[in-house]
């Protein structure tokens, strides 16, 4: 069965945006300085859960742009242009971004035990960071959760065809064996594991696969609500800000994470459905460009933190290792807004020079109508 044209869900690519600047301000905090008090609010500490959206919106869209192509079997030449393209849009930049660490990391004085270990290289080449392979992430750090997506990628055909098979039994299936994977990850793979931290799901190097697999088909059973149309009463605009506000809520008040898995999967429900002011507001052009370049602002601002470790001593603060650095809250603040700059705008040149050509060139041999019928979705 042919790739075939796909409605665009505009919507959900503001949020992917969104959630990559909120990444990048969680690791600014983690590496350098808190700007908010933790005691005052947990909001920018936990958005580690925003690579949780992160998947469950992956699988949703995924399964909006590829889940008809599988939909009888599991045909090796759709199988091969499906790959083909989930390897253009992911590789690219990892390898580039890789590479980058590997080689700031020789030159920088700041030391990061494991982090830099050499055995990491093959690892990260053969996205295999998400698998406890290392006792550690390794180089780009956050592209532990680019080996867990590639994993659920490589489920995706599998499951898209048992749920058009077998729907009544697969859907049961996949939910249950979701909720046994997100409560075995938070409360018995968690690294929290004293009666003073909340058992979470800010779990990466050892089993982000499970943590990028539940939330991908997570996404991919919500989807099945957008297809039919089961919870069409979530497209009002007030809907929409509510559930915001609610997982704005939950984030600053330090809810368990597991009630945030839900909670992203409506909102992105919600937004998916919505055609009123809210829609309106998300395909504005400045804010359809913070979606696309989502990809290149997650995966290069940690080389940039790298980089700018180094630089630190140049305007008289000295950086040793993660939690060295002590400023006033207001100016870490000032620092964290300058960083988002530079890295959005470093961001656009990626995606304009080596996201959008190395994705052509790789995908340049694909059959030329399934290449332009894909060209009008912006998956992600």
Known sequence: MALKEQHFLSNLTPLRGIAALLVVTFHFVCVFEHFID??????????????DLFFIMSGFIIYHVY???????????????????RIARIYPLHIITLFVC???FQFSPVFIPG???PKGIPVNIFMLQSFGVLPIFTFNVPAWSVSAEFFAYLLFPIIALGIQKRKLLFIPMILLLITCTYYILAFKLSHAHDAIVIPNLDITYDYGYLRGAAGFFLGV????????????FLRKDFVVIALILLTCWALHANWVDLILIPLFAF???????????????????????????SFSVYMIHVPLMF???????????????????????????LWC??????????????????????????NEKMNPVSLRNLRTVKDN
């Not at 009888?72 to 199988?79: H, L």
């Not at 919600?270 to 696309?292: R, V």
């Not at 980089?307 to 603040?333: C, F, K, N, Q």
């Not at 807004?337 to 304009?352: C, D, N």
Request: proline share 3%; aromatic share 18%; glycine share 6%.
């Open 67 to 85: 889940g008809g192509i599988f939909k009888q079997s599991i045909n090796k030449s759709d199988w091969l242009k499906y790959m083909r393209a």
């Open 337 to 362: 807004a300058s960083f988002l700059g530079v890295t959005l705008f470093i961001s656009g040149y990626s995606y304009k020079f080596i996201e959008k050509p190395m994705r052509k060139l790789i």
């Open 115 to 117: 982090v830099d270990d």
């Open 102 to 104: 590997v080689i700031l």
């Open 307 to 333: 980089l700018m470790t180094d630089m630190l001593p140049y305007v008289g603060i000295t950086y040793t290792r993660l939690g060295s650095v002590h400023l006033p809250r207001w100016e870490a603040g």
């Open 267 to 293: 909102l992105i429900l919600s937004l998916a459905y919505n055609s009123g002011k809210i829609k309106n507001q998300f395909n504005k052009k400045w804010m359809q460009w913070l979606g696309d370049v």
């Open 38 to 51: 933790p005691k005052s609010s947990m909001f920018f500490a936990k958005c580690y859960l925003m690579v």
């Open 221 to 232: 059973l919500f989807y099945q609500f957008y297809q039919n149309k089961y919870l069409y």
